[in-house]
């Protein structure tokens, strides 16, 4: 048993550089975790593992890449290959650095992001959109996730449009 209780231990120092690399914080503009808007989908690929899915927008400025067994969704440009938007959903794993999560409620996110947003309706969400900031609250419209988060995405700040609306 203490040979047991040993090779844990010395697992578990071994792992600690790599757990420490790994964060759960979501900036605005900025990142989700590890992954990082202007980084090239390579690191994506790498961190996220190489089951996903790819389609290019319509325009073919844009490809999104999706992993099917993760919660996370990505948007590159196809020219340069950088990461331009991150969405994280359905998850309270990851939290933003003004505590929004998974969950929280519209008047959370109003305290923490302020008013300065746009409004997007979708059949099952509302989106509230902070562009100047390159974030956006996805919030539920039924059952238990009515007015609470349900997606967060971080993209490249003054580009919402841009990105989405292909």
Request: proline share 3%; hydrophobic share 45%.
């Amino acid at each position: 048993m203490k040979w047991f209780l040993l090779l844990v231990a010395i697992i578990l120092v071994m792992a600690m550089p790599a757990v420490a690399q790994v964060s759960s914080t979501i900036v605005a503009g900025q990142s989700v975790g590890s992954l990082r808007i202007g980084a090239p989908i390579s690191e994506a690929i790498s961190l996220l593992g190489d089951l996903y899915e790819k389609e290019d927008s319509q325009s073919g400025k844009f490809t999104s890449y999706d992993w099917p067994l993760t919660p996370f969704f990505v948007v590159a440009e196809k020219e340069s290959g950088r990461i331009v938007l991150i969405s994280v959903w359905r998850t309270s794993a990851y939290r933003t650095d003004r505590g929004i999560t998974g969950g929280s409620r519209r008047d959370e996110v109003t305290r923490a992001y302020g008013n300065e947003f746009q409004t997007e309706e979708g059949e099952n969400l509302t989106g509230l959109i902070f562009d100047r900031l390159g974030i956006a609250f996805f919030l539920g419209k039924r059952g238990v996730l009515t007015d609470r988060v349900v997606e967060i995405v971080v993209f490249a700040p003054g580009r919402w449009k841009e990105i989405t609306e292909e």
